[in-house]
């Protein structure tokens, strides 16, 4: 259960004892060969493998007898000759159960004890119980963070003089959190076949690094990759997008930072506040500023009448994100899970609730965007510390916000920037407006652009289809103040003030 290192001084430690078997539980078997390799030199003694391809050899060398597949004759002649003797088996055959083979292992077995001597066997399967009592057992994880960090930088290295990689160390870091959950080989392979693809390596491509990832597990209930477009553009919120800044650096922070400080990722938002004021858009943004995949969780889905199910297709879930993690994980108005519950079932609020817990506990690196619009149907216990990391409250945009949103939409749709004068004029009659309005707005003067060409569309124009738009906030006042009341106790805005407080 361990990493390169801790694996490989548990490997030492029992062959300085002489135990008679090791078992290396792992699927990969190069770098388990590396690892014997390095032990043998460190510990300065001989050791002898065998595999089906190499026959016998010594570590990283070239073959030095063929023995026809059949190593087993050749292992009892070395161990009974040399006291000491340590001999790996680098492919093994059935030894999960009971047959021929696993009988002549448990022989080999009882005479490296005889003899001092120790057998190695490599293998990703589980081990026969009578195999597996004379020995012990160590599992090498697949690579960790800094030794994908280290694979890594040695692969920009052997091809940064050839190709252009332009990937800085902060680039590699990102990479290597991504890259979580492939083994060694495949690390090469993903990197090598995106090299060959775009021909050279930058920035962008570290994204789709992951897209790889999210086709290699089967897919989960519930869970769905949302792919986000590159140009996303979002106003406002300086806030959340400040906070989020901030966060970045630590969700992507070491192990070791990490640890050294007794502090571990950031595990979530809560986003609750008025419609169409960028809460669902808000997930897209995380995934897009953290350059990682999103993954919409429908937990609703998962509720099922029967007992026992839902739990069994949430552990479903649960694996595929540990798999595909880090990542963004998504849950779009989270109310709506409870709902699945009545007074005699809880069955909504007992799912969440694992999903809640499991997040809370889990080391993977998963972050979790919850949306909500009815903060009444919400239990108290969503609001614990601890279960967020912070709790936003997304208002009706203020001035500045709505000028951002006005030019953001105004050059996306229209292809021009507005002067200064009408700009000034459009946010004072869009007050009250979403960021859902705004852009209803433009997008319908730009609909008229499209028909009537661009100079159709008149600063005057947009004036008057100022008057087109009802705000949620002028038919529903109470929802909008109750909201408010809610947002100032219990959360962070999203928003940067606005001097004078927000007019809208
Ligand atoms: N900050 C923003 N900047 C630019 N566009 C935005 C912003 N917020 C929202 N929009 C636009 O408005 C649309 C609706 O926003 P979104 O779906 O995020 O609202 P919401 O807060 O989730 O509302 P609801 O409560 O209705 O689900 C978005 O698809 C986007 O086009
Ligand atoms: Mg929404």
């Known amino acids: 259960m361990g990493n390169y290192s801790t694996t490989k001084t548990e490997i030492k430690n029992y062959i300085f004892a002489r135990v008679p078997l090791i078992i290396i539980q792992s699927a990969e078997r190069a770098r388990v060969e590396r690892m014997i390799a390095e032990t043998a030199r460190e510990m300065r003694i001989e050791v002898t493998c065998y595999s089906d391809t190499k026959q016998i050899y010594r ?3 070239d073959t030095i007898r063929d023995v026809e597949s059949d190593p087993i004759p050749f292992a009892m002649e070395l161990l009974r000759r040399k006291r000491g003797t340590t001999f790996v088996l680098a492919d093994v055959r059935r030894v999960s159960e009971e047959n021929l083979y696993s009988r002549e292992i448990v022989n080999l077995l009882y005479l490296a004890a005889e003899m ?3 057998v190695i066997l490599i293998t990703p399967d589980p081990v026969w119980a009578r195999i597996a009592r004379m020995g ?6 697949l690579p960790d963070m800094d030794e994908r960090t280290a694979e890594i930088r ?14 800085d160390e902060n680039d590699i870091q990102r990479a290597s959190a991504l890259l979580r959950g492939f083994t060694e080989i495949q690390i090469d392979n993903i990197l090598s076949s995106a090299l060959v693809e775009n021909g050279a390596l930058d920035r962008r491509h570290i994204y789709e690094l992951t897209s790889q990832k999210s086709r290699m597990y089967e897919a989960a209930a519930g869970v769905q990759e949302v792919r986000v477009s590159g140009d996303l553009r979002i106003s406002g919120l300086d806030n959340l997008k400040q906070w989020l800044a901030e966060k970045k650096r630590i969700f992507f922070a070491s192990e070791e930072e990490l640890a050294a400080r007794g502090l571990q990722t950031p595990k979530g938002i809560l986003l609750a506040g008025i419609p169409g004021c960028g809460k669902s858009f808000s997930a897209r943004m995380v995934a897009r500023e953290w350059e990682l995949p999103l993954f919409k969780f429908d937990i609703g889905s998962i509720y099922d009448k029967w007992v026992g199910e839902s739990e069994h297709r949430m552990a479903d879930a649960l694996q595929f994100i540990d798999n595909v993690a880090p990542c963004i994980v998504w ?10 519950s009545d007074s005699s079932n809880d069955t909504g609020q007992r799912v969440l609730g694992q999903f809640l817990f499991w997040l809370q506990e889990s080391s993977s690196r998963v972050f ?3 949306t909500a619009n009815d903060i009444r149907k919400l239990p108290p216990e969503l609001f614990r510390k601890g279960r967020f990391s912070e709790m936003f409250f997304v208002d009706l945009p203020t001035a500045v916000e709505r000028a951002e949103a006005i030019t953001q939409y105004m050059e996306q749709c229209l292809h ?10 459009l946010v004072g009659r869009t007050k009250g407006f979403s960021y859902a309005d705004i852009e209803y707005m433009v997008k319908e003067a730009a609909q008229k652009a499209l028909l009537y060409g661009d100079d159709a569309v008149s600063s005057d124009m947009l004036l008057e289809l100022t008057e087109k738009v009802i705000p949620f906030a002028d038919t529903n006042p109470d929802v909008v ?3 408010r009341s809610w947002g100032n106790s219990r959360a962070a805005a999203a928003s940067l003030p606005e001097k004078g407080g927000n007019e809208a």
């Open 416 to 425: 021009r920037t507005p002067d200064a004068g009408s700009l000034q004029e």
């Open 368 to 370: 979790l965007v919850a």
């Open 59 to 61: 570590p990283g060398q």
């Open 136 to 141: 012990m057992l160590t599992r090498l994880d």
């Open 154 to 167: 040695e692969f920009v290295r052997r091809y940064g003089s050839r190709y252009s990689i332009a990937w």
């Open 481 to 483: 103040s109750q909201l």
């Open 331 to 340: 849950i779009d108005e989270i109310e709506k899970a409870l709902s699945v």
């Open 116 to 118: 001092g001597g120790t």
